[in-house]
């Protein structure tokens, strides 16, 4: 079965500073890999993510993602957070038509 | 154009009792999946179903736990004799097809067992 660790759980920034929060999966042949985020008292929305192609994926809200095979990693950044990105963020990738979630990241932005 | 609904969003039950969660997919999406985030936790695949069909249940606990989506009508987890384990949040999402296509969330419910 696939598996995806995210290497932070909780992750303090002041506004502007940059974000990259790790996520590694776990398995070798073709890969869909996915990031949510949950704002406080929200639902899970879907930032961006990875099938096939081109490996650095942009998303929404100015987040992008870069898909390193050889490292088995798909890390999220962002050049300058803000405020409002206060939230927890989740890596996934598919099996089948299920989910495979990571434990989560908390980012707490201070203004 | 309504996204996931998911009823109640709060549920309070005692040790025994029964838990029924709604979901109602977005429009022209005929499949859903079951989440469950327990505190402190990421969230957990339970169940995938399609219309009158049960495609994955590799994730729900083997006892108490059931899962439909009827042919007309939300689709239903429903949790027999709860425990204070079962306390957590229960995420539905829903999709057009199960390959390349996107899971769209719905709010969840939180589920407290007294």
């Known amino acids: 079965a696939q598996s995806v660790s995210q290497h932070n759980h909780h992750v303090i920034l002041s506004e502007a500073a940059s974000l990259e929060l790790g996520c590694n999966y776990s398995y070798g042949g073709t890969v869909n890999l996915f990031w949510y985020v949950q704002y406080p008292g929200q639902h899970l929305q879907l930032l961006l993510k990875?099938?096939?192609?081109?490996?650095l994926v942009k998303g929404i809200k100015g987040f992008e993602a870069e898909f390193i095979k050889s490292k088995f990693s798909f890390n999220l950044r962002k050049p300058s957070v803000q405020w409002s990105d206060t939230a927890e963020y989740f890596c996934a990738t598919r099996e089948g038509g299920k989910l495979i979630f990571g434990q989560g990241t908390e980012l707490s932005v201070k203004p | 154009n309504a996204g996931v609904m998911q009823n109640p969003r709060h549920l309070v039950r005692r040790r025994g009792q029964e838990a029924r969660l709604r979901c109602s997919p977005m429009k022209g999406h005929s499949h859903v999946y079951w989440y469950r985030q327990l505190p402190e936790e990421g969230l957990k695949f339970m169940v995938y179903l399609q219309k009158e069909n049960i495609i994955d249940e590799s994730g729900m606990p083997k006892e108490r736990f059931s899962a439909e989506f009827p042919k007309e009508g939300p689709s239903i987890l429903r949790i027999q004799q709860v425990v204070r384990g079962d306390s957590a949040a229960y995420f539905c999402?829903?999709?057009?097809?199960?390959?390349?296509?996107?899971?769209?969330f719905g709010p969840g419910t939180r589920l407290l067992v007294l």
């Open positions: 990875y099938f096939s192609g081109d490996p």
């Open positions: 999402a829903s999709s057009r097809d199960s390959m390349r296509e996107t899971q769209y």
